[in-house]
Each structure stands twice: as structure tokens, then as C-alpha cells.
């Protein structure tokens, strides 16, 4: 059965869990979500779907969100769905779930991924995690590579799975918190700045998902169309990108099993 994988990555963790997933389903195609984002409908012709990318404010990332309206399903007969997390999934793929019914399409299986978190998180976001985390609920998973098997394993043979996700009131205090961030997201990157290590190499304009960052005098401005997923930080060789309230030394990181080039990429196929 072909599949088709459509994928949302900034510092890796989404990206090398697709490669795994792709590797292991073979006659796979795995999408870049940022490179379709601009186009007004696609169609999803394989039999065989899957969706994953981070959770961002306790729900989808606003880019993954708005991909998710613009897709038709020609033939679709079974979709699964993967969000990486730093321990708090809430009701990202009940989101999803949701989301998907609208086209006559259902979640067959979600699962949460924990992941090692490269993003710098503020105080602020800090605490809140905290917060979430004591009234989450129960949510303890085996390690990325032992999910990995039990997860192809469930895909592979077409299986239904529980759309994973935490308790009743993590999820309602989530989507609350969620609907304000994502406003917030958008023009957060009024918080970047650069510094007198830019080199002006354009890599920032190009990791950017939404194509929010352009070159001026040699510099890049952030337009407010931001998904605040940190890839301009991560990814910039200089660490000449600075976000207000993290600490000026602090080490850029992003998952080791992806390379700059496969973010940017539109994709590949097993
Ligand atoms: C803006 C932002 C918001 C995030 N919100 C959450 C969250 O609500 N819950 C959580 O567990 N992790 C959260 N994370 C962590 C990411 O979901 C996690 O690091 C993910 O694996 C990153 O995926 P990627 O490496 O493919 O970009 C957040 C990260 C960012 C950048």
C-alpha cells in the first residue's frame, strides 16, 4: 500500500521521526507541509495517510493547521498521525481528529512522541509547562526508538490505536491557552534580532516555513508571520540570531539524525 507522510520539522525531531516511519513502511513519500502551504487545495491520492509535526501551545502549529483545510482525499482508507512533544501533547490530534472529519476522513490512530526539546523556552513558557504537566494526567511513554517499533508495527498493518492524548482537564485548559498563543505566535518574531555575526548566508530566509524572513541591507526583518518555531535560531550557523529573553550564550541545537539541507528539502521517497 502506498503512503503519503506530510511533515512539519524545525529542529528535526518530526523530520527524523517521518524518515524512520518512511524507511520502515517503504513506498513512502514524505511531504514537506511549508513547501505545499501556499498552494489553494491539494489532493491526497494514496490509500494509506500520515501527518507529523510538533505540538506547538498545546495544539497543532498554526501551518500544519491551516495545510489540513486545503486537503481533498481521493482514496484514503486509513490516517495516522504523530506529534512530537516535550511531554504535554493535550488535545493536539483530538484537534486533528477534528479537523480531518470536516473532509470525511478519520484519525485511525495518533500517537504522542516525547522528544529531546531544542527550542529555548522562557521562563514564563517554563512555568506554564510545569503547570500542564502536574494536570496532564498520567502520560508516561516508552523511548522515541521503542515507540518507533510499536508504531510501525501498528501502521503497517492498517491497525486502529487511540488518538493519544491527556486528561479531560489538561486538554480544555490547553485548547484555551492554545487559541491565545497562536495570536501571539504570529508577531512574536518582533522578538528576534540579529547580531554583528550574520554573515547575511540567507539561510534563515530559507529554513523559515512561512517564508516570514526577508533580506534587508544585508540583514534579515522578520515580517509577523511567524510560526515561533525557532528554526531561523537553530539553524543559523553564526548563532548570530538572538531571541529577547534568552540568554545571549545560550548553544543552538536541533535533532543530530537531520541535516540543514533535508529541513529544507520538499521531501523524498522510500
Ligand atoms: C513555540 C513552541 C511551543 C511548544 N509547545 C509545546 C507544548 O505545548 N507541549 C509540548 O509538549 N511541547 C511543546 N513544544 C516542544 C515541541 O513540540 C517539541 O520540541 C517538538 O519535538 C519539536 O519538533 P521538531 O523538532 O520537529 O520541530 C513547543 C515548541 C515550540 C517551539
Given at each position: 500500500?502506498?503512503?503519503?507522510?506530510?511533515?512539519?520539522?524545525?529542529?528535526?525531531?518530526?523530520?527524523?521521526?517521518?524518515?524512520?516511519?518512511?524507511?520502515?513502511?517503504?513506498?513512502?513519500?514524505?511531504?514537506?507541509?511549508?513547501?505545499?502551504?501556499?498552494?489553494?487545495?491539494?489532493?491526497?491520492?494514496?490509500s494509506k495517510v500520515g501527518f507529523?509535526?510538533?505540538?506547538?501551545?498545546?495544539?497543532?502549529?498554526?501551518?500544519?493547521?491551516?495545510?489540513?483545510?486545503?486537503?481533498?482525499?481521493?482514496?484514503?482508507?486509513?490516517?495516522?498521525?504523530?506529534?512530537?512533544?516535550?511531554?504535554?501533547?493535550?488535545?493536539?490530534?483530538?484537534?486533528?481528529?477534528?479537523?480531518?472529519?470536516?473532509?470525511?476522513?478519520?484519525?485511525?490512530?495518533?500517537?504522542?512522541?516525547?522528544?529531546?526539546?531544542?527550542?529555548?523556552?522562557?521562563?514564563?513558557?517554563?512555568?506554564?509547562?510545569?503547570?500542564m504537566h502536574s494536570i496532564s494526567?498520567?502520560?508516561?511513554?516508552?523511548?522515541?526508538?521503542?515507540?518507533?517499533?510499536?508504531?510501525?508495527?501498528?501502521?503497517?498493518?492498517?491497525?486502529?490505536?487511540?488518538?493519544?492524548?491527556?486528561?479531560?482537564?489538561?486538554?480544555?485548559?490547553?485548547?484555551?491557552?492554545?487559541?491565545?498563543?497562536?495570536?501571539?505566535?504570529?508577531?512574536?518574531?518582533?522578538?528576534?534580532?540579529?547580531?554583528?555575526?550574520?554573515?547575511?548566508?540567507?539561510?534563515?530566509?530559507?529554513?523559515?516555513?512561512?517564508?516570514?524572513?526577508?533580506?534587508?541591507?544585508?540583514?534579515?526583518?522578520?515580517?509577523?508571520?511567524?510560526?515561533?518555531?525557532?528554526?531561523?535560531?537553530?539553524?543559523?550557523?553564526?548563532?548570530?540570531?538572538?531571541?529577547?529573553?534568552?540568554?545571549?550564550?545560550?548553544?543552538?541545537?536541533?535533532?543530530?539524525?537531520?541535516?540543514?539541507?533535508?529541513?529544507?528539502?520538499?521531501?523524498?521517497?522510500?
Amino acid at each position: 500500500m502506498q503512503t503519503t507522510i506530510y511533515y512539519f520539522s524545525a529542529t528535526g525531531n518530526s523530520l527524523a521521526m517521518a524518515k524512520k516511519i518512511a524507511t520502515h513502511l517503504g513506498n513512502t513519500k514524505l511531504i514537506s507541509i511549508p513547501k505545499l502551504i501556499n498552494q489553494n487545495e491539494i489532493t491526497v491520492m494514496t490509500s494509506k495517510v500520515g501527518f507529523i509535526f510538533p505540538v506547538y501551545a498545546w495544539g497543532m502549529p498554526r501551518i500544519v493547521a491551516d495545510f489540513v483545510e486545503k486537503l481533498k482525499f481521493k482514496n484514503t482508507e486509513y490516517a495516522f498521525a504523530i506529534a512530537t512533544n516535550a511531554g504535554t501533547i493535550a488535545g493536539t490530534l483530538l484537534q486533528l481528529q477534528k479537523a480531518l472529519k470536516k473532509s470525511n476522513i478519520h484519525l485511525n490512530a495518533g500517537f504522542s512522541v516525547t522528544a529531546p526539546n531544542h527550542t529555548p523556552l522562557s521562563e514564563d513558557g517554563l512555568a506554564i509547562i510545569k503547570f500542564m504537566h502536574s494536570i496532564s494526567g498520567k502520560q508516561v511513554y516508552a523511548s522515541y526508538e521503542e515507540r518507533l517499533s510499536e508504531i510501525v508495527s501498528i501502521v503497517k498493518n492498517n491497525q486502529p490505536h487511540k488518538i493519544e492524548t491527556t486528561s479531560w482537564l489538561s486538554n480544555k485548559v490547553g485548547s484555551f491557552l492554545y487559541k491565545g498563543a497562536m495570536k501571539t505566535f504570529q508577531v512574536a518574531d518582533q522578538n528576534f534580532s540579529v547580531n554583528e555575526n550574520c554573515t547575511h548566508c540567507n539561510k534563515c530566509v530559507t529554513v523559515c516555513p512561512r517564508n516570514n524572513i526577508k533580506m534587508k541591507e544585508n540583514k534579515p526583518v522578520w515580517l509577523n508571520n511567524c510560526e515561533l518555531c525557532f528554526a531561523c535560531f537553530e539553524w543559523c550557523p553564526m548563532e548570530a540570531i538572538q531571541y529577547k529573553g534568552t540568554p545571549k550564550d545560550l548553544k543552538r541545537s536541533h535533532n543530530d539524525e537531520v541535516t540543514y539541507e533535508e529541513i529544507i528539502a520538499k521531501g523524498s521517497e522510500t
